[in-house]
Nanobody, 116 residues
Framework: QVPLEESGGGLVQAGGSLRLSCAVP??????MGWFRQAPGKEREFVTA????????YYADSVKGRFTISRDNAKNTVYLQMNSLKPEDTAVYYC???????????WGQGTQVTVSS
């Protein structure tokens, strides 16, 4: 399986914005998800988008602040994160799967750190 490649993480002050990208070569018709894992915590769901872009879901903790989108022509999925909070600090992973809600290919993760 072709691995996924996240980018765009970094350090930002609270209230700031970041945009994460996930290159998905070899998975053009996959449903995509973003997950995150904070230190000492389990990995949690952030958002997901169907391969067509029609179905989108967000965790309550990010609803209204984060936006997922995809450009299938570029084989890329994006996560625009606005109004970032210190509790958003985590390693963010993108994942791909052919069945909605099930992911079988993961990226290595990108660190997002939000300072207060």
């Amino acid at each position: 399986q072709v691995p996924l490649e996240e980018s765009g993480g970094g350090l930002v002050q609270a209230g700031g914005s970041l945009r994460l990208s996930c290159a998905v070569p070899g998975h053009p018709f996959s449903n995509m998800g973003w997950f995150r894992q904070a230190p000492g915590k389990e990995r949690e769901f952030v958002t997901a988008i169907s391969w067509s872009g029609v179905n989108i879901y967000y965790a309550d903790s990010v609803k209204g602040r984060f936006t997922i989108s995809r450009d299938n022509a570029k084989n890329t999925v994006y996560l625009q994160m606005n109004s970032l909070k210190p509790e958003d600090t985590a390693v963010y992973y993108c994942a791909a799967g052919t069945s909605w809600g099930s992911y079988n290919v993961w990226g290595q993760g990108t660190q997002v750190t939000v300072s207060s």
